[in-house]
């Protein structure tokens, strides 16, 4: 029931490995433009980079996982692990109460996989449990009802010892679900307005290859990247008109946590989390998202002007771990070179290439079923940390055959997560969501559905009381979920 997902992170200097970075030429043409207009923003004729593409929609064909060659960088060829052929993989959109029904076919040459659905609950025969896999040349077949909230959810390989590789070369895309007709009655921008953007980065090299080799250090950091792809392509850029847009945030990186803000501080609506929409819509300028996280946020360009653009950005922040950020390696051991965690990053540009478009905002979101804290049963403790070099629950190290307790169905109960090492982790539990409280006395209203839970730190995702441990460099934090676990079979 428990999965511990290899994340985390590392360090180094800014330097973007080799070619000049398009973003920081672009950063200096604006610097130079805004001295020359002072007070207006500068008009770019066409963008530079490289189109955002959405991935194809999954239209009911066998999901194969198979090694491709697909062009990411242009003039390049990069081997890729690919679901049909695409990087990253089809988007799976399904409405609720859909009947979710697949073949998966594993046409990779050496390595078993199975295929995990992060954020659905389904049966645990088609979870995609690491022992579920099936050898090159072998296929399964996956059936269930999907009943959940529409969300955002997503899928990647579970292979064990390898999810970290296979994510990283391709094996994972968007898992969506929708439910149309309460969109269109919220008012929720829908269609091409409806924009999935998954986020991971890249260590960048000189052939362009998705190389997967992390250091001992990386193995217990996380192995970070320099640079960003959107949808698997790099220096991504979209045309969008003045209108409302609604973006499905999915952070797909090994260990990054992204601090997303756009350029001008453009504000964001946050209308949904892991679990679908959170009730509130919150205006942020900046929200920090952790890897497997999602995010709904809708975002008015209507300030822009015609052929202006913004940037989606990371912010620069100081993680929270011993000696972390600002340069120290404290407890971590040297590090590879590149950008630590924390540092700034570009993700993507917005440009307006049409004037214009929908601003209706929509109505007031309705209440998630959010598990009641008075309804407990019991509490449950997990100790997070680093044990004889090895990430550890409560002192142990995940075993693919030992069940460490077992949690009745559909009951509701309160786990409490203690960060004893300062590393980020985001937690998430398979049959369940969680609702994260910085104290039980929060009022309920204000908590967020998620079925990822980093300590203390995500949230409450209201800027005005949001308060990140990474900023206060603490070792040891922790935060109390509320969770109410799920009947799927
Ligand atoms: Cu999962």
New binding site residues.
């Given amino acids: 029931m428990f999965?511990q997902?290899n994340l985390n992170l590392q360090q180094h200097e800014p330097s973007f490995n080799g070619e000049p970075n398009r973003r920081k030429v672009l950063k200096k043409g604006l610097l130079s433009t805004g001295f020359l207009f002072a007070g207006s923003r500068p008009a770019f004729a066409v963008p530079s980079g490289n189109e955002l593409p959405v991935p194809a929609t999954w239209d009911g064909e066998p999901l194969v996982v198979d090694e491709t060659n697909r062009q990411i960088w242009p003039g390049y060829t990069t081997t890729c692990l690919t679901v049909n052929g695409s990087f990253p993989a089809p988007i799976i959109r399904l409405n609720q109460g859909d009947l979710f029904s697949a073949q998966i076919i594993n046409r990779l040459n050496s390595q078993a996989v199975v295929l995990?659905w992060?954020?659905l609950l389904a049966p645990s025969a088609y979870d995609g449990h690491p022992r579920q896999v099936v050898s090159p040349g072998q296929s399964y077949q996956v059936s269930f009802p999907v009943h959940q909230e529409p969300s955002t959810c997503w899928y990647h390989s579970h292979s064990h010892g390898l999810t970290g590789e296979h994510v990283y070369k391709g094996l994972a895309g968007f898992f969506i679900i929708d439910n149309p007709e309460r969109d269109a009655a919220l008012g929720l921008p829908t269609g091409t307005r409806d924009v999935p953007l998954m986020i991971r980065d890249w260590k960048s090299n000189t052939t362009r290859s998705l190389s997967y080799a992390p250091s001992n250090f990386e193995h217990m950091w996380g192995y970070l990247g320099d640079t960003v792809l959107v949808n698997g392509t790099p220096d991504a850029w979209m045309s969008v008109d003045q209108g409302l847009w609604r973006f499905r945030l999915l952070n797909g990186s090994n260990a990054r946590v992204y601090r997303l803000a756009f350029s001008d501080n453009l504000p964001m609506t946050i209308i949904g989390s892991d679990g679908g929409l959170t009730g509130e819509k919150t205006s942020v300028t900046s929200f920090d998202l952790g890897p497997g996280q999602r995010a709904e946020i809708l975002v008015s360009f209507a300030n822009l002007r015609s052929r202006q653009s913004t940037f989606l950005k990371s912010l620069a922040f100081t993680e929270g771990r011993p000696g972390g950020g600002g340069g120290g390696m404290g407890g971590g051991g040297g590090g590879p070179a590149g950008p630590r965690q924390g540092d700034a990053l570009d993700i993507m540009e917005f440009y307006v290439g049409t004037t214009g478009g929908d601003q209706t905002d929509p109505q007031e979101l309705p209440t998630p079923p959010l598990p009641k804290p008075e309804l407990s049963r019991r509490t449950r403790s997990f100790a997070m940390n680093i044990t004889n070099g090895n990430h550890t629950i409560n002192g142990l190290t995940y075993s693919l055959s030992r069940n460490d307790f077992t949690a009745p169905a559909g009951e509701v109960e309160i786990w409490q997560f203690q960060n004893q090492n300062g590393m980020h982790h985001p937690m998430?539990c398979?049959g369940a969501f969680f609702v994260s409280s910085p104290g039980m006395d929060q009022a309920i209203s204000s908590l967020l559905t998620m079925d990822c839970v980093t300590p203390s730190w995500f949230t409450p995702m209201k800027q005005s009381e949001w308060q990140s441990p990474l900023e206060t460099g603490e070792a040891n934090t922790s935060c109390t979920a509320i969770i109410s676990s799920m009947n799927t079979t």
């Fill in positions: 999965s997902e995990h992060h954020g998430h398979h």
